[in-house]
T-cell receptor, first 114, second 117 residues
Framework: KAGVTQTPRYLIKTRGQQVTLSCSPI?????VSWYQQTPGQGLQFLFE???????NKGNFPGRFSGRQFSNSRSEMNVSTLELGDSALYLC?????????????FGPGTRLTVL | AQKVTQAQTEISVVEKEDVTLDCVYE???????LFWYKQPPSGELVFLIR??????QNEISGRYSWNFQKSTSSFNFTITASQVVDSAVYFC??????????????FGKGTHLIIQP
């Protein structure tokens, strides 16, 4: 079974731009969660999608948004990029419940904001 | 609010030594799940183990073993006869069932393990 895939792997953007990251979950997994990893703040939960609906959301500004498609693939969008948005963005998929089922992570997208 | 503490920022040992990574958690829930993940330099988080709060049995998987003690709110990870390939950052994480996943996985800051040949 293929693992979680994320595209692109690397991105360089400038302040003020917007960016869209993509995540394809493990086949059969319906829950997709997103995390931001920075050296200062560590791994922080962004949001979780299930059945095309945002089920949970972390403490991030509204510039961070996402969506999920009927095939469970998910995208996250960051608008009006700031230097502090430079991070590794990790996507994780789980069968149904993100809090009881194991979350399996993708390789991440490394975003650099200049 | 839930919290995970990994007090060891970095550990360096010589190959074949045993090493224990500490994890202490805080939660008000009676039902919760604990995880360990490994993050090699490539960046991907690799799942190692999941343990629910009702199962305090220790687990061994090859050179890896885990010690879960609810009395001390700890979930420690031991690597026996360490190898250079074990070098990575290891994260302990907590998920609270009663929260319905509202906070996702709560991660510790990670322990950078360096195995020297």
């Amino acid at each position: 079974k293929a693992g979680v895939t994320q595209t692109p792997r690397y991105l360089i953007k400038t302040r003020g731009q917007q960016v869209t990251l993509s995540c394809s979950p493990i086949s059969g997994h319906r829950s997709v969660s997103w995390y931001q990893q920075t050296p200062g703040q560590g791994l922080q939960f962004l949001f979780e999608y299930f059945s095309e609906t945002q089920r949970n959301k972390g403490n991030f500004p509204g510039r961070f948004s996402g969506r999920q498609f009927s095939n469970s693939r998910s995208e996250m969008n960051v608008s009006t990029l700031e230097l502090g948005d430079s991070a590794l963005y990790l996507c994780a998929s789980s069968l149904e419940d993100s809090y009881t089922d194991t979350q399996y992570f993708g390789p991440g997208t490394r975003l650099t904001v200049l | 609010a839930q919290k995970v503490t990994q007090a060891q920022t970095e550990i360096s040992v010589v190959e074949k030594e045993d090493v224990t990574l500490d994890c202490v958690y805080e939660t008000r829930d009676t039902t919760y799940y604990l995880f360990w993940y490994k993050q090699p330099p490539s960046g991907e988080l690799v799942f190692l183990i999941r343990r629910n709060s009702f199962d305090e049995q220790n687990e061994i998987s090859g050179r890896y073993s885990w010690n879960f003690q609810k009395s001390t709110s700890s979930f420690n990870f031991t690597i026996t006869a360490s190898q250079v390939v074990d070098s990575a950052v290891y994260f302990c994480a907590l998920s609270e069932a009663q929260g319905g996943g509202a906070d996702g996985l709560t991660f510790g800051k990670g322990t950078h393990l360096i195995i020297q040949p």
